[in-house]
């Protein structure tokens, strides 16, 4: 599968993608030390964010979810790379502060609500985030080639 998206936060990520069913506040919904979902109310309740592709239709709640990134990603707990379906300029800032604080990247990728429909748990994903091209692979899925197009 190859799904094309638009970037917010350039870089290269893979991982496992947990997807979520419902949006994620990581402040207070994920437990720092952990990387693990502990809101109560969340249907993915004990599921591990460090290093997977964490794909959600959107994040809710608090502007603390940026320090909350941005901690995960101190303690080596972060996800490896966000896939959703719209601009988050929370998220984004916490990823900004993660790379120039710890150089920890974790690229971001909008995609269409079609398309993230068509994303499931569990497999390995490999995802590519840079301006003007921005896509998530899966490995049955041929490797690409990006031809520099001022060559």
């Known amino acids: 599968m190859l799904i094309h998206g638009h970037a917010l936060i350039e870089g290269l990520a893979s991982g496992d993608m947990l997807k979520l069913t419902e949006p994620l506040s990581l402040w207070g919904g994920v437990d720092l030390q952990t990387g693990r979902i502990v809101d109560a109310s969340h249907p993915q309740r004990g599921s591990m ?9 959107g994040s809710r709640g608090s502007s603390s979810s940026s320090s909350a990134l941005v901690e995960l ?41 079609e398309d993230f429909g068509k994303l499931q748990c569990g497999p390995k994903g490999h995802l590519w985030c840079e301006a003007g091209r921005a896509v998530l692979t899966f490995p049955e899925h041929e490797p690409l080639r990006f031809e520099n197009p001022s060559a």
């Open 73 to 113: 990603a101190r303690t080596g707990r972060a996800p490896a790379g966000v896939i959703t379906t719209r601009s988050d300029p929370i998220l984004t800032i916490g990823a900004l502060v993660a790379d120039y604080l710890y150089g920890a990247a974790i690229p971001i990728l909008v995609v269409s609500v």
């Open 49 to 57: 964010l460090a290093n997977r592709l964490l794909a959600m239709p």
